[in-house]
């Protein structure tokens, strides 16, 4: 590996993207190859002083058919950016030493930890970069790799998370072969815990995430969290006495939610000081600038805890009833982060297809919106000592680095690409259903666009279900747009951005109010004369998936179908995928709640009502939403001579790596969807079947 610092590279100014577009070259249309071409800014840390922030930049290679980030650091005024790093891994998580003179990162020592690896925090170690000049240098060598780290105020010292390293011998053990030469064969896998699989990891077994300091000069590191639990999230109050961490240490960890935020002195056999008393998930913490009080993420109660937004709590180092700053939000909240003078909070916050930078006073008040001012997505964003620098994604342009007080952009990665491309038009629009309630959309217009002429029309339905389809670049529904379709993303009851009851809506009784909004947004458009009621496509990953599979066994509007991931028989999920809890809790006990679990089933058990052909698609690997239930749901549509197609992807998980594979899934989606929403020889209007 090698890491360098090479010639500076000026920036130009950034203009809005109606004005980019080159004069003596034609756009053309975005295509699934084009995906590789996509650069993403991911992550960021800002320089003590203010002056830098460096960032990662995740890209493609498609000879080797990987993606990797190499490092980049952008002055504030955006006149100067310099490239870091040029290695054949990744690097990850920058953060700059307090005293300024390093920028330390993660990567993995000569490996690749670009996303094929299992577990890639298991090779990554932290390097260290100085700031005068020369080659980035190794600095820890824990077995169990660093998933995640943090400076001390002082700089000569680090907090780490770190994972148990597995046995010397790896679960392999030595036995003799019949020709009596030696080979490895693995142990058996032996399993005891509750939720015993995780979706990249594999089986659960005994190993956690530790908790260390670090000394920079000795290099020899602590260990602060003993015992049979996780220990992560950490952050150094400011006199680099304490560490404050999120940890589950109630009962068995793996039957509940409810983790909560611990303080520990930053020495060996210091006992962990439990701070926070919420029965529902706390975590996030991070010290005020002046050591006395901790901001964090307060979760829902156990029995909504996957539906409820997050909110922003503070406490006291000595404990005692937590402020609830943003209580009467009502949206969820991420990333808090303190101003400098320890007066406000910062946040992100998810609100009707956005996601807004705001403060609020620390003990209570009016939350104030700082960006973005026009419609778009913040993903992530620091506090440095001359204003915040963000993340942020619009419709048309891909995440890049912005300058949040002023909405002056510091990066122009895409520059190019977005000259090129004739783009589909993006917009929101929102339908009133009959009991009042709102359904928010996203709604894409193919280039070239005519009014008055209906189109074929495809829903893109997201996942979560918990999460939302906003004004932010989606290059799978650019893809599809640009072969003339009308894409529409519906954010369905069970989606985030509208509050607590909007999300809950759906507790326990998965497919009904979701599929009734879909169809109710389909509905619109007909109507509007935008979409062609004869040609309707409806595709989704995940619960997105699961969604596809509830609309096409409720009735038969749509002609093509892409399920991604999904599964429709829950008594085949529960003890096979990783969310053994959410059954339990939401669902319960199988044999004692089977008419529930047959409820939320009836794409399964009643797939003689489907006549849509549908596409499935899933990871080989997939522990998450496992490849047994797209077999499933692929066997009944073959067995009833629907039209058919599983597509299996190797090595993969829950969401697809390989640059090869994505490119592929949006080629599949695009052929199933032309086959059968051509306009001429597209399918006869069938009979609607009810659901029940």
């Known amino acids: 590996m090698r890491l360098s610092m090479p010639l500076l590279v000026m920036l130009g100014v950034l203009l809005p993207l109606a004005s980019i577009v080159a004069q003596d070259v034609e756009p053309r249309s975005f295509t699934a190859e084009d995906i590789h071409r996509v650069v993403e800014v991911r992550e960021l840390t800002v320089a003590p002083e203010g002056d830098w922030v460096a960032y990662t930049l995740r890209s493609t290679d498609t000879a080797k058919d ?15 950016r310099i490239q870091l790093t040029h290695s054949d891994g990744s690097e990850s998580h920058p953060r700059f030493s307090p005293d300024g003179k390093y920028l330390a990162f993660l990567t993995a020592r000569g490996g690749d930890d670009s996303g094929s690896s299992k577990d890639p925090a298991e090779k990554r170690q932290v390097w260290l970069l ?29 907090v780490l998370v770190s994972k148990d390293p597995k046995d010397e011998d790896d679960g392999e053990g030595e036995q003799e072969a019949d020709n009596d030469e030696t080979h490895k064969t693995p142990e058996p896998i032996v399993i005891d815990r509750y939720q015993f699989k995780r979706d990249r990891v594999g089986y659960l077994d005994e190993r956690y995430q530790r908790i260390y300091v670090f000394d920079v000069a000795t290099k020899k590191a602590t260990l602060l969290t003993p015992g049979r639990f996780d220990s992560t999230g950490p952050a150094w109050s400011p006199d ?31 006992e962990p000081v439990q701070l926070t008393t919420w029965k529902g998930p706390d975590s996030r913490p991070v010290f005020s600038p002046d050591g006395t009080k901790i901001a964090y993420l307060q979760g829902g109660t156990p029995k909504y805890s996957g539906y409820d937004p997050a909110q922003l709590a503070v ?24 101003s400098k003078d320890g007066s406000q909070v910062y946040f992100l916050f998810a609100d009707d297809r956005q996601k807004i930078l705001a403060s609020v006073p620390a003990e209570g008040g009016k939350v104030e919106r700082h960006f973005p001012s026009e419609p778009g997505v913040v993903r992530s964003f620091e506090v ?43 917009e929101g629009f929102d339908i009133e259903r009959e009991d009042g309630t709102r359904i928010g959309s996203m709604l894409l217009k193919p280039p070239g666009f005519q009014e008055g002429k209906p189109y074929p029309t495809v829903a893109l339905i997201h996942g979560g279900p918990v999460g939302q389809d906003g004004f932010e670049f989606d290059a799978m529904a650019q893809a599809i747009a640009a072969q ?51 040609r309707l496509g409806i595709g989704g990953w995940s619960y ?52 529930t679990y047959l409820k939320i089933s009836y794409p399964f058990f009643h797939a003689d009502r489907i006549q849509t052909p549908t596409l499935f698609m899933c990871g080989e690997k997939d522990f998450n939403v496992p490849l047994i239930n797209s077999e499933q749901m692929y066997q009944a549509l073959r067995s009833l001579d629907i039209p058919t197609q599983l597509v299996i992807y190797p090595g993969q998980y829950h ?16 052929g199933w969807y032309d086959k059968y929403l051509a306009e001429e020889g597209r399918p006869e209007p069938t009979d609607v079947v009810g659901r029940n």
């Not at 068995?252 to 060996?268: L, S």
């Open 66 to 80: 990987r993606t990797s980030s190499d490092l980049f650091m952008v002055s504030w005024d955006g006149s100067t």
């Open 130 to 158: 100085n700031r005068s000049g020369g080659e980035a240098q190794r600095l820890t060598e824990l077995e169990g790799g660093v998933s995640s780290f943090e400076w001390s105020e002082d700089s000569t010292r680090l």
């Open 240 to 270: 680099g006495e304490r560490i404050a961490f999120t940890s589950k240490r109630e009962g068995d960890p793996d039957r509940h939610r409810n983790t909560d935020i611990y303080v520990v002195e930053a020495r060996e056999g210091a």
């Open 315 to 338: 406490v006291s180092v000595s404990g005692g009833e937590p402020v609830l700053p943003t209580e009467e939000l009502d949206r969820n909240v991420s990333s808090p982060r303190w």
């Open 384 to 426: 440095g000592a001359k204003g915040a620098v963000g993340i942020v994604t619009f419709p048309h342009s891909p995440p890049e680095l912005y300058r949040l007080a002023d909405a002056v952009a510091l990066s122009d990665h895409n520059r190019k690409l977005q000259e090129e491309i004739a783009w589909a038009s993006v």
């Open 484 to 534: 003339g379709y009308l894409v529409v993303n519906p954010n369905y009851r069970g989606s985030s951005g509208r509050g607590r009851e909007f999300s809950r809506a759906i507790y326990a009784d998965w497919g009904n109010l979701e599929i009734q909004d879909i169809h109710a947004v389909i509905d619109h458009l007909v109507a509007e004369g935008l979409a062609d009621p004869d």
């Open 544 to 595: 997105g998936g699961m969604n596809t599979n509830y609309a096409i066994a409720t009735d038969t509007r749509f002609r093509a179908a892409v399920s991604g991931a999904s599964i429709s028989n829950m008594i085949t999920g529960y003890g096979t995928d990783q969310y053994v809890w959410q059954y339990e809790n939401e669902l319960g006990l199988p044999w004692e709640n089977i008419e």
């Open 655 to 670: 969401g697809l790596s390989k640059p090869s594979y994505v490119q592929d899934r949006i080629e599949r989606m695009i």
